[in-house]
């Protein structure tokens, strides 16, 4: 596939609870199939041979808690214009589940996830980064309950967790990419902010359908 008909890749990071999904979401409703999402989530490592109570420890905020090979072998695929077979993690019981989701490339693919420009090759890889940002005590909130809506997660568990390995890993791994963003958000819900990503991304498409019927 010539270099000017490649989707483009972005790539959007920032904290647990920090609003990353939400303006993920908001762009892929405003564009639907013209949109793939790819959640860096379903690529943690599958752990089959350790016990629930064990899985529950695991440090899941650190780089190698993430199967980042795989990862970048099916952005890879998706930028050159195939299709792959997505894992997918069910966070109810700490592990992937046995199922897999097929993901279309389209012309705009959105990579979402905690740690997704901590990685070199995926920086080198993305078009364009984002980092969202938010007030620590606000991510607390949102993570508990977000967690016990949606994961089935007890509190004393979330507490236990954020304190050993959530706030640690954020200061360690996930604020220093920062610094990596060619644009820092301050909430999910900013709307200038979706505005300005809205139009880039209009413009991308019109050079993309510009380039293919050239």
């Known amino acids: 596939m010539d270099n000017k008909c490649k989707p483009c890749l972005i790539t959007i990071a920032g904290g647990t609870g920090s609003g990353k999904s939400t303006f993920t979401n908001r ?54 214009g195939k299709s792959v077979l997505c894992p997918v993690y069910d966070y109810t019981i700490h592990n992937r589940s046995k199922e897999v989701v097929e993901i279309n490339p389209s012309k705009i693919i959105i990579l979402e996830g905690i740690l997704c420009l901590q990685d070199v090759r995926i920086r080198q890889m993305s078009d364009i980064k984002i980092f969202v940002d938010a ?28 304190l050993t390995t959530v706030k640690p890993m954020h200061y360690l791994f996930v604020e220093p990419t920062r610094m ?35």
């Open 27 to 80: 762009l892929k409703d405003m564009f639907g199939d013209e949109v793939t999402v790819v959640y860096h989530d379903n690529y943690y490592r599958a752990h089959d041979d350790i016990p629930f109570e064990e899985r529950k420890k695991i440090n899941y905020d650190h780089p190698d808690a993430f199967e980042t090979e795989l990862l970048l072998e099916h952005l890879e695929a998706l930028k050159q």
């Open 135 to 162: 007030d620590a005590d606000e991510r607390i909130l949102r993570r508990v309950m977000r967690d016990v809506k949606e994961r089935g997660r007890d509190i004393d568990n979330i507490v236990d967790q954020y």
């Open 180 to 214: 990596y963003a060619d644009l820092v958000l301050n909430s999910g819900k900013n709307e200038v902010a979706l505005d300005v990503m809205a139009r880039k991304v209009e413009s991308l498409l019109r050079e993309y359908k510009n380039t293919i019927d050239a």
